[in-house]
Every structure is written in structure tokens, then in C-alpha cells.
């Protein structure tokens, strides 16, 4: 069952997409990358929330600095390798519902960028962006998945770092899911539950983000 999991997310890489690239105002590079084939009505859904996610239009990359006697001055800062990156992959859709991961990397300078993996459910006659609420008794979720979840990324940390876990690492991977919001960034397909996890949610960020994968056929008595 995981093996064909697996596989299907893998497949999902293939689905065709088209581009948009161009420079914005504060001088930062920016890729947009969207699925073919999603319905009109989850595009325009789509479309208002990379808006949301691209740099502001006041953005200002001339910093003024005030010198005492002296008039106003501004320091630039060299924005040349500055990158914003947005794709969209379709992981499932079908005449009720589309399942989409918007993953995004902002670099500004600095030791290393910064991303983020966020999961829409959309539904396809309203356009509404859908919750675990939608889905689920949400604290009967949580109550199941928390302790599954920090089995796993506990698992996963110990493989990686070769070593057990100190009591401030796991409470670290406990309080990072413990919340129903920290479940929201989330995909479905008819078999499967997926959970996003950010960037420091679990770890530090040299280890990367977690992800939970659930078979929804073991959700049916939560289920809405």
C-alpha cells in the first residue's frame, strides 16, 4: 500500500505545467509554476492565493539611513541574487474536488532561503478553499494522528542523526503537533490523507520538513 502510494506522488511529478517567470519591483527573480488541466474555478482560486504569496508591490529595497546634520540617504542592497519561486502540483482532482500543493522558496539573502509546502482541498463548484473541518471531527483527528506523527518523525530524526532524541528534541516534535492548525496544510486523494509539515514545525531546518501520509480507510468512523 505505501510502495503504491509512493508511486503515485512520483507520477504526479509528470503532470504537465506551464511557467510564468519575471523580475518584480524590489528586483527579486520570480518563477510561477501551475498545473494544466485543473478546473476554471480552482485556477482563480489558485491565482488569488499565489498573489497572496508574492512579494508586496511596496516593497522597498532602498533602505534610508538618517545622518545627523546631514539630508536623507539611502543604502542599496543588491538584490541580483534574490529568488521567489512558487510551483503548484496537482495531486488529485476530480468533478467535486481538486487537491493541489503550492510549494514556495523565498531567498532574500542571508545564510539559506526559506520554504514552505502548502496543501489546498478546493472545492470546484464554490471555489472555497476546504478544511479538516470539512472532513473530519477535528479533535478526534488530532487525538489519532498526533501520536502516529511523532512516532514517525522521531523515527525519521534518529535514522538521520544516528542517535537518540534529547527531551527538549521531542517536546519539540510534540508541540509541533499537538494543534489542529499544524494539521491544515493538507491534501486528499481517495485513499489518502496527506499531511504538510513547515519548515522548524518539528526540527530544525538542516533536517528538513516532515510529511504524513494516512489511509483515509482508517478515518471512515471520524468522518463527516
Known sequence: MRILSLLIILLISYIPTYAIEYTHSDGSHITVTIPLWISDIAQKTVEVKIKELLPSENSIFLIPTTVPNLTLESEYIDTKDWEHTIKVRKIYANNKVSSLLINTYEYT???????????????NTSGKIL??????DTEKLVKRLAPIWQKQIRSNLERS??????ADEKDWIRDGTSDIQQYQSFVITPTLLIIYGQQYQHNAYAY???TLIYPRAKLTDIAK
Open 161 to 166: 542523526l544516528e542517535k537518540k532524541l534529547t
Open 131 to 136: 478544511s479538516l473541518e470539512d472532513f473530519y
Open 109 to 123: 539573502g542571508g545564510a539559506h532561503g526559506s520554504s514552505a509546502r502548502i496543501g489546498m482541498v478546493i472545492d
Open 208 to 210: 528538513g520538513m516532515q
